[in-house]
């Protein structure tokens, strides 16, 4: 008898706990368990700022698919198209060659991508912040603009090239702000020209406070934090226009400055409105058994699905990588009982509370909903991480304490150029080669 396949799309937290899940759930004699995603790597999203603060290495972060996916076998490449009722996918691989692939049962988790706003200079000035080349290539442009600014003559292009703005003050733009102040004092002490400039970060969003997202308690404890670094927390402010030398906000003053970090949020991957299915908000609709309606052998989980929130009536859950994981583990033993002909089980959650980094000794937490600040709730923040994490922790535990010990690597590495991580890409995970 021929085995049945389950193919999974995306390898983010919602695809990667899904194929775990099947791989402990469904027997390697009778069914064949694929994982279709552009790396061999689950990106550990989370700790992307403290990369792009030279904090940590980037193969931190970087989690061997084939490495903890026992039993899941790996199809590097891109899904373009997916033919639900003829039970076939088309996907790019690596090298542009395109190919089918068949299945049985489909989850979808194609996680997000960069969501763009129509502000003019923004595509072509700003820098996302999704994937390990968009870290590489903004801890390299960091360190690029405080050297170019210690051998700068000109006082205006030196102020320029000094000057860092965030757009977006939800967890990870928090973070990077957080983590900037450190890392660029880091490099200018290497420059005795640069010991009387000031380097200016600046965070914007429209939102009334800082992680708007959180209570009002750890939202002032981070702002206490950022303020104590001298970033600029300007709330209800935005960019109206960006340009190569610097952005005009939204008050109406323009800010010279050389760089734009992009954090305003994440859009579903586009392969969700190709499909031709009911959106909401952009996401895939499903039931509250992560169920595509119509499509009994499709199941959709994470950023792409609008999964009914079941302690919100009316609601969908949020895209965040806890509700991610999650539900990749439900669509694991939804599929796996959809198989054995049992019954599935709706998704409930409980919320267990966030965790944001703000670099150095400093983090706001609220585990099981108890706000903590400050080093408490930074030795809960790397605790979870270190939980959370599928691989690595040892390694990335070892480089917490070299950087606590000692001093972090300031160096550009030139891996990533400029036209390789564009802000409108839709696939941040891999870089853009020109062939």
Known sequence: MARKRVVVVGGGFAGYHAAKTLAKELTP????????????????????????????????????????????????????????????????????????????????????????????????????????????Y????????????????????????????????????????????????????RHPELAD????????????????????RLSRAADRVLRSRDVEVLMETSIEEAQRNGVKLTNGEFVPSRTLVWCVGVRPDPLVSD??????????????????????????????????????????????????????KLAGRNVAALLRGQPLKKYRHRDLGFVVDLGEWQAAA????IPLSGFPAKVVTRGYHLMAMPGNRVRTAVDWALEALGKRQTVQLGLVRSGTVPLDTDSPELPRLRR
Not at 62 to 84: F, I, K, Q
Not at 158 to 187: I, K, M, N, S
Not at 197 to 216: G, S
Request: hydrophobic share 40%.
């Open 29 to 136: 004699d009778e069914h064949e368990i694929v994982l279709v995603n552009p790396t061999d790597y689950f990106l550990y999203l989370p700790l992307l700022p403290e990369v792009a603060a030279g904090v940590i290495d980037p193969r931190r972060v970087s989690v061997s698919l084939p490495g903890t996916l026992r039993g899941v076998r790996l199809v590097l490449g891109e899904v373009t198209n997916a033919d639900l009722e003829g039970h076939e996918l088309t996907y790019v691989n690596p090298e542009d060659e395109e190919h089918k692939l068949g299945f049985d049962k489909l989850i979808l988790a194609a996680g997000s991508v960069n969501k763009l706003l129509p502000i003019p200079g923004v595509t072509e000035h700003a820098h996302g912040f999704r994937g390990v080349p968009e870290a590489l």
């Open 138 to 189: 903004l801890r390299d442009h960091v360190t690029r603009q405080i050297e170019l600014a210690a051998a700068a003559d000109d006082p205006a292009e030196r102020a320029e090239r000094c000057t860092f703005v965030v757009v977006g003050a939800g967890y990870t733009g928090t973070e990077v702000a957080a983590q900037g102040p450190a890392f660029t004092r880091a490099l200018a002490e």
């Open 197 to 216: 400039q000031p380097i200016r970060w600046l965070l914007l969003d429209l939102a009334p406070r800082v992680l708007p997202e959180l209570d009002q």
């Open 275 to 328: 499909l031709g299915l009911d959106t909401e908000k952009g996401r895939l609709v499903t039931d509250a058994f992560l169920n595509v309606p119509g499509h009994p052998d499709v199941f959709a989980c994470g950023d792409a699905a609008a999964v009914p929130d079941l302690t919100r009536p009316g609601e969908i859950t949020t895209m965040t990588a806890q509700h991610a994981q999650r539900q990749g």
């Open 366 to 369: 609220n585990p099981l909903h």
